[in-house]
């Protein structure tokens, strides 16, 4: 267990920029997850951690003592490999005993500590095992158990689901944090999946092009999204046009001012970001409640993919909006390019300047 | 921002090994054969003088003129026995399929020499087949000459072209084939508007190697030529007969044979580069079975193909085994040839064998140091150690010899010994076959493995040691074998540095042909055969891909 600080990491492949001034905090035993598309720098710092790339600047810090010094070998924090990197030539117990053995543990300790660890992973039955006679979960169980048995100071798991099919995921994932939790070791997970990152993380932390976007608890990194490109990456989203009227911001496609005030005094170019899940499609012409928006549109299509229905429409400035809403039998019925209105609450809405990564407007 | 204090890791010090033993034992040699080809003999001055004689006289110019006609010659039948047998075993049901494709890797790895010499005593002056028709009263052809040299050649180096092209027309999308069937092509067009540019990469790539061996080939033209002679010959010729002083004439005719190898393969390149051709194996190509007299003709001319030009080999077995009196054979089986064999030559057996283990032995371990350099570490270092180990495969073996010799007899490496020059130049002509072998094993080899060795407290040695050597052992051990096969059949280079305690069984051989000794030679061939037999047996047991892993 051990806190891990990163401070102005850089790393640069010739003249492209890989990291770009990492700066990152993480308390002992948290779960610390880097969320970004791929090639947004996510395994970068991740294996640079490890010592497997060296950074152009910036120190690494576990528990306040720099290891950049250290070769990878001297490192002492576990990863856990997207291919497992099971080493397919000894047994499973060989390979959860390989980093104690390369620690010189004692036999008795370190069988004992063998049998301890596979029984956490599930994997007791398996210790004499081949790798390939295990299926790729069982796989990764062994990775994680070799990984923690050494009891490292920091638990780094690179995109470790990413092989698995969906509902092994789910289940592994669960189990994954239940470890973590019970052993309390301080991980830095990386991942291109944001439903992965929200379920599993204390923090989450979401870059592109070697730029940390926001790092912030899952509820805050969906409800609060720190710039555009967070709050198009993690959750779907729409994006609306937004004019200026004096001291009114509208919506280009909707009567009515959308807000007031600082947002549309300062002048900055602004788009309006809406959830898809807070969009109510009704049939016909509606007028809006209070606090809310009517945007008149019409239907583009409708698929009915059971636990929700999923609405594309076009709005009169030509903008295709998306609603996910409960199934609505009146909505499926209609025919495209049928009149329909959307409904949404004033404060679901959220501004954004208007750029990639245009910061949050408030 | 570097960061100080860290010692230069493990295989920076490898890669800088490397490279190091390269430069001495590859480029100095060759480098040193160059520029001796500018020097004057006699004043030991600058000169263009050695160029222009091996390009004004007529000994030598008939000589490249011979080079190139019967290595062309050679290559073009190697292609036209090799394509139809590919294009047959990989397209149509053939009986004894494995049987075909094992005996023309025998004949691929066979001592290159036997098939010279075997061809002696089936038709030779004195050859059995000469003789029994000579009963009849009809003249058969000599096998001495130019003709005798390409029909070796096309024997001998077949395979190659054969083996390439089957595995290049096993992995074309019958798709494709499909498509142009479709389009309305006869089986005729599709197999030449299609199928043969498919795989004609694979083809080419065959076809320069048939090229660049016969270009380099000593043993054939020395036994075969009767005064027609090569580039090779005549180098071994004039450097033997340059001994004492500096063999200028040699070093220039072989830095010609040189350009010929890099001209051919540098042509090869060029029009490959424009030919990529990826391609999904999506649908797998189907085998047609074929009946009536095509079924007869394919299978006569696949089995008699790898028949003939398995004939040498057995011919000399079968000869070894004939009751001798000194050179005579006296009619009857008897085993007097082994007998002399180990009378007169046990130290040529000895010798033979401790040279090339202990060259495999350097090459074992050199090839999977390398091809970690290559595999792992894009560095231009490693980059460099990648072009290197195509370097051996161009210097014909009398070349390379002559650079080792010039080299190290003299200066600061003089006093090396003979076996110590033969074991490294069989090290370093060999090691390409261990490193290719090896990294093709390492390429499949994920780099997490090693990783998750590191990580979890492995020195990268030990990582290496632990991990990664287990993991290519299969690739390791047919690289080995490969080159232990290479090594203990080579010929060319040793008649250059051998001297009376440096006697192999190759050279044996070659000598006891030359007095015509034939009972001797073909006991000693017969043990050669039986350590290669062995040897591909063992390349089978271990390798993925048994016919891919000799090429």
Known sequence: MASVDIIGIRKLYGDVVALSDINIS??????????????????????????????????????????????????????????????????????????????????????????????????????????????????????????????????????????????????????????QQELGITTIYVTHDQEEALAMSDTVCVMHQGVIQQAANPLDIYLHPANRFVATFVGANNFLAVTRQGDGLYLASAGGVVANGGLAADGRPLVCGVRPEVVRVVPGSVPPGDEEVAIPASLASVSFIGREMEVLVRTEADEVVKSFARPDPAVIALQPGSAVTLLVHRSDLAFFEDSETGRRAT | MRIAGRRPDFWTVVTGVVLLVLAILLLIPILRVMLLSFVDADTGNWTLGNYVEVFTRNFYLRGLKNTLFVGVLGTIGACLVGIPLAFFTARFHLWGRVWISTLAILVLVAPPFIGAYAWIMMLGSNGFITNFFERFGIETPTIYGAHGIILVFTLKFFPFVFLMTQTALMAVNKSFEDAAENLGCTPWQRFTKITLPLV???????????????????????????????????????????????????????????????????????????????????????????????????????????????????????????????????????????????????????????????????????????????????????????????????????????????????????????????????????????????????????????EAAINLGAPPLSAFLKVTVPLILPGLIVGSLMSFITAINELSGTLIIYDSGTLTMPVSIYLAVLDGEFGLAAALSTVLLLCTGVCVYAVFRFSENRDSAFL
């Open chain 2, 200 to 450: 004609f990469p694979a083809i080419s790539t065959g076809a320069i190697i048939c090229f660049v061996l016969s270009i380099a080939d000593f043993g054939t033209p020395a036994i075969l030529g009767r005064g027609f002679r090569t580039l090779s010959t005549i180098a071994f010729a004039a450097y033997r007969s340059e001994l004492g002083g500096l063999p200028t004439i040699a070093v220039t005719v072989s830095m010609i044979m040189i350009a010929i190898s890099m001209l051919a393969l540098v042509v090869q390149r060029r029009i490959l580069a424009r030919r990529r051709y990826a391609s999904s194996l999506t649908n797998l190509p189907v085998k047609k079975r074929l009946a009536g007299w095509k079924n007869v003709a394919v299978h006569v001319f696949c089995h008699g193909a790898v028949l003939i030009a398995m004939l040498p080999n057995l011919v000399v077995v079968y000869t070894s085994f004939l009751k001798t009196n000194g050179p005579v054979f006296v009619g009857g089986f008897g085993l007097e040839s082994y007998e002399r064999m180990w009378r007169q030559a046990p130290m040529a057996v000895g010798n033979s064998f401790l040279f090339a283990l202990s060259a495999v032995a350097l090459i074992t371990i050199f090839s999977a140091l390398i091809s970690y350099v290559i595999v792992r570490r894009e560095t231009k270092a490693s980059g460099s150690i990648d072009f290197l180990m195509m370097v051996p495969y161009l210097v014909p073996g009398v070349v390379m010899a002559i650079g080792f010799v010039t080299t190290f007899r003299t200066g600061v490496f003089g006093g090396i010994g003979a076996a110590w020059l033969l074991i490294l130049l069989y090290f370093i002509r060999r090691l390409p076959y261990g490193v290719r072998s090896t990294t093709s094993s390492l390429r499949q080899v994920k780099p997490s493995m090693e």
């Open chain 1, 26 to 179: 993480i308390a002992s035993g948290a779960f610390y997850t880097l969320l970004g598309p791929s090639g947004c720098g996510k395994t970068t710092l991740l294996r640079t951690i490890a010592g497997f790339h060296e950074q152009n600047a910036g120190t690494i810090a576990v528990d306040g003592k720099a290891i950049e010094g250290l070769p990878a070998y001297r490192r002492d924090v576990g990863m856990v490999f997207q291919d497992y990197a099971i080493f397919p030539h000894i047994s499973v117990r060989d390979n959860v005993a390989f980093g104690l053995k390369q620690r010189k543990i004692p036999r008795a300790e370190m069988e004992q500590r063998v049998a301890e660890v596979l029984d956490v992973v599930q994997l007791g039955q398996f210790a004499d095992r081949m790798p390939h006679e295990l299926s790729g979960g069982q796989q990764q169980r062994v990775g994680l158990a070799r990984a923690i048995v050494i009891r490292p100071k920091v638990l780094l798991m690179d995109e470790p689901l990413s092989n698995l099919d969906a509902r092994l995921r789910v289940d592994l994932r669960a189990e994954l944090r239940r470890i």
